[in-house]
């Protein structure tokens, strides 16, 4: 099982985390349960069983100390949306980024309509946008019916997030010294 990389698509990495918190809580966070069901059928080897039962097993102690058992996000996955805020807010501020910012304002009737939806009304946009693509994606899993409306707007959401990790990646490898 191969982790998408955070520097290559940081939107992809975000819904997969959520998915992987996801994943240990359905599995009550026992890490017993979850080197059967997922380390042992999947990693092939000695080294990477031990190596990916490192990580869940890490993973599953930030989620008790965090008090995400239940519900919520790591502290590690909101930073990255802070991270992507910051870089979103920074961008239409930014006159020269002209696609980016009529991609967001194509995309902002549907984060206005989501989040009057929401139950927490405070929460950014860009986590407005994540966990409506999370929601699709778990809609898709399940095979539920999915409105034209919905993959109108999962579509337009899609360019935005597909644009900003496009920005977040130019923006890692500029202060690596990489372009």
Known sequence: MKIPEKKYNIAEYLL????????LRAYSLDIDL????????VYETERERSNARNWYEGLVMMMKSEGVQERGHLQ?????????????LR?????????YIGVYYNTLPYIVELR?????????ELETCFTALYGYLLLKVQKKEISKETQAAV?????????LSKKYREMDMQEQNIV
């Open 16 to 23: 997969y985390m959520w998915q992987i918190e996801d994943l």
């Open 34 to 41: 979850i080197q059967k069901s997922i380390i042992d059928p």
């Open 76 to 88: 590690i996955n909101k930073n990255i949306i802070i991270e992507l805020t910051d870089l979103h």
């Open 91 to 99: 961008i239409l501020k930014d006159s020269t980024e002209s696609e």
């Open 116 to 124: 009057s939806k929401a139950a927490n009304k405070d929460v950014v």
């Open 155 to 163: 579509t337009q959401i899609t360019a935005l997030l597909r644009l």
